[in-house]
């Protein structure tokens, strides 16, 4: 059932989020460099129900071109992890927020690039129309929640080269996977009330440089 948008949701995710715990970076991460993304909910396309955005990197970036992606990228010398994401989504989408439009934050996860990534949850609303920065983004998506809380939703695999699993997505006839995948999966957690926690969730293999 797709969630209404409207201000009750607003404050039903926001309080869903307050009673999420973050966990807290091991030590061992303390070399990585950090990063944060968006999980910007907006009205979904067709106006009925909730969605994030979701991008595809544009082909000619350097690094993980043409992948999906949250709106995220490293955070600036003594920027925090919020003011990096909503720099991020001004930079990728035209999407200015403050402060007061996030509404949580979830665990980081560590990649095999060597980022910690940090997501940010915040409330985009529809005051600004989206504008993609054709030099970072390909194209932007609105996915309705209830397509990440299907039951068939995510799925994971092993792989012979690690022993932890991989998280796939299944976005329509494709597969999203680590970190994207990981993150939303335990945002989906996050709504239905669960702490789940996904920085064991394996990235394939084409993912690791």
């Not at 995220?72 to 035209?94: F, I, S, Y």
């Amino acid at each position: 059932m797709a969630r209404i948008f409207d201000d009750a949701t607003r404050r039903n995710i926001a309080e869903l989020c307050a009673a999420f715990t973050r966990l807290a970076p091991a030590d061992a991460v303390a070399t990585l460099k950090h990063a944060a993304v968006a999980i910007a909910l907006t009205e979904a396309d067709d106006g009925n129900g909730t969605a994030f955005l979701l991008t595809r990197r544009s082909a000619s970036l350097r690094s993980h071109s043409a992948q999906w992606a949250l709106p995220g990228g490293r955070c600036d010398a003594g920027e925090t992890q919020v003011e990096a994401a909503l720099r991020e989504l001004h930079e990728e989408l035209g999407l200015a927020l403050d402060a007061g439009d996030v509404l949580g934050m979830l665990d980081d996860y560590p990649t095999r690039s060597g980022y910690l990534i940090t997501p940010v949850v915040v409330w985009a609303g529809t005051r600004a129309a989206i504008t993609p920065n054709p030099d970072e983004v390909a194209s932007v998506h609105r996915i309705g929640l209830d397509a990440i809380e299907t039951d068939d939703a995510f799925s994971f695999v092993s792989i012979p080269e690690s022993t932890r699993r991989v998280i796939r997505f299944r976005l329509g006839g494709q597969q999203i996977h680590a970190p994207t995948a990981a993150l939303i999966y335990q945002f989906r957690e996050v709504l239905a009330g669960r702490t789940t926690r996904v920085a064991d969730l394996e990235q394939p293999v084409f993912a690791w440089k």
